[in-house]
């Protein structure tokens, strides 16, 4: 069993439901989409025009590619446990779009979690999506020399990738986004993993190399794309981002994997420190969500005196000394720390150098 997404009174957000709010600017605003409007697109489409599609995530990314005709692809994906409708098409009809700005296209067939959430076989799924959505995607004029079509279950590279970026989500992150309960089964709760294996798996050398990927979807299928995000981001080695004085930073971001391939060597409490880190990161952004400002006290009621104390009240050295012990480690771990704020690492209310919301209480 499955409960929908709710954010602030009556605002639903359910990938597999029918049933969905219809107020697309809260919906923009509550879960920080980008609007479309004031953006500059290359011959518009119908649904451009008519502001059908009405909001985006980073679409200057794959139109700055587009304009310097640089690689780019867009990704779709179909479910095959039903017959064809108008909103298949209209999402097709954005892919030929990106398809004509120079995109290289590709279409997942979700199988395994028709099969996961649906109760189809495979064979039918197979059968359903070859002769109910693949021939009419070419009658619609999708372009096949520049498109390939798969199925999750023929793919192992996608339940890899969803397998191995499970380690960075929990259980309760998912309860939290997709509202899974009790009677959930589990095969339902692995499918969200394995589009994320989806989206990310053209970026791998043997599916078209590094380049930007697009996904056009309907907005109850924005979670999906903000768990995709959020893991592909917790996997970088590297963080990049603007500085206020202008130009980026880059920092390392220390991981299990990576921490001895550049001599980090670190011995401490690095698992702790990411679970801890989560901690931190759910209540802060569920605290917003609720739009319930942020105060010691609730912070000591949800996370514990002494980890609210730490992340809340400290200052970064102490944070990174608890943590590490690696001098490396530290000092790559404090970069963001100056980089992002005027405040020296030694300012009490300061430790959370990662990507929080700025709060200093």
């Not at 590297?238 to 994997?257: D, H, M, T, Y």
Request: proline share 5%; aromatic share 8%.
């Amino acid at each position: 069993m499955v409960a929908p997404r709710i954010v602030g009174e009556g605002l639903r957000i359910d990938p597999w439901s029918s049933q969905q709010s219809t107020d697309y600017s809260r919906i923009r605003d509550e879960f920080g989409l980008g609007s479309i409007e004031g953006m500059a697109i290359p011959n518009p489409s119908m649904l451009h025009r008519r502001g059908i599609i009405f909001a985006q995530r980073d679409l200057d990314v794959v139109l700055d590619s587009s304009r310097r005709r640089e690689p780019f692809g867009v990704l779709t994906g179909l479910m095959p446990s039903g017959r064809m409708h108008l909103g298949h098409s209209m999402v097709i009809e954005q892919v030929k779009w990106f398809q004509s700005q120079g995109a290289d296209v590709t279409i997942a067939v979700a199988d395994l979690e028709a099969h996961a959430t649906r109760g189809m076989s495979l064979d039918d799924c197979r059968t359903t999506a070859l002769k109910e959505y693949v021939l009419n995607y070419a009658a619609l004029g999708l372009e096949s020399d520049s498109a390939s079509v798969y199925f999750q279950s023929r793919r192992p590279i996608v339940q890899r990738i969803g397998f191995t970026l499970g380690k960075r989500t929990t259980l309760s992150e998912m309860e939290s986004i997709y509202g899974f309960q009790g009677e959930t089964n589990l095969a339902h709760i692995q499918a969200p993993l394995v589009q994320v294996g989806d989206i990310l798996h053209p970026q791998f050398e043997e599916f078209g190399g590094i380049r930007p990927i697009v996904v056009p979807v309907g907005v109850d299928q924005d979670p999906h794309i903000r768990l995709t995000r959020d893991l592909a981001s917790r996997s970088n080695w590297f963080n990049v981002k603007p500085r206020k004085a202008g130009g980026l930073s880059i920092a390392l971001s220390i991981q299990e994997e990576n921490s001895s391939i550049f001599g980090v060597g670190e011995r401490g409490r690095v698992k702790e420190f990411r679970e801890d880190e989560n901690r931190v990161i759910k209540y802060i952004q569920e605290g917003y969500l609720k739009g319930e400002a942020p105060s010691f006290n609730k912070a000591s009621k949800v996370l514990g005196e002494d980890l609210a104390q730490l992340w809340i009240r400290g200052t970064a050295r102490n944070l990174l000394d608890y943590y590490f012990t690696s001098e490396k480690t530290k000092l790559y771990m404090g970069m963001t720390v100056i980089e992002s704020s005027p405040e020296s690492i030694d300012s009490e209310g300061f430790p959370q150098y990662i990507q929080l919301l700025p709060v200093n209480l």
